[in-house]
């Protein structure tokens, strides 16, 4: 899935998008497994939850805010 179209679905249900990692993220994207700069991410931001980005085409689907623990990416 392209990333502009993901920063769409995001944007139409009032997400926001950053370039990089600071305190207002609260997710990040993606479709890679789990690795040694995810536990370093979550070390200097232990709020962070990786999501895959199905999380986001299902919500654009079903046009609604779903519940993201079943597409987290675990380590």
């Keep these: 899935m ?4 993901l920063t769409r ?3 139409a249900f009032n997400g926001e998008v950053e370039d ?8 990040v994207v ?5 690795d ?5 991410a979550v070390s200097e931001n232990p709020h ?3 999501v895959k ?8 689907e ?7 623990q079943p597409y987290i990416v675990v380590p």
């Design 2 to 5: 392209q990333q502009r179209l």
């Design 9 to 11: 679905y995001i944007a």
């Design 20 to 27: 990089y990692m600071n305190q207002k993220v609260n997710f």
């Design 30 to 34: 993606t479709k890679q497994h789990w």
């Design 36 to 40: 040694d700069n995810f536990n370093q």
């Design 48 to 50: 962070l939850i990786f």
């Design 53 to 60: 980005p199905t999380w986001i085409t299902t919500c654009h």
């Design 62 to 68: 079903k046009n609604k805010l779903i519940p993201y």
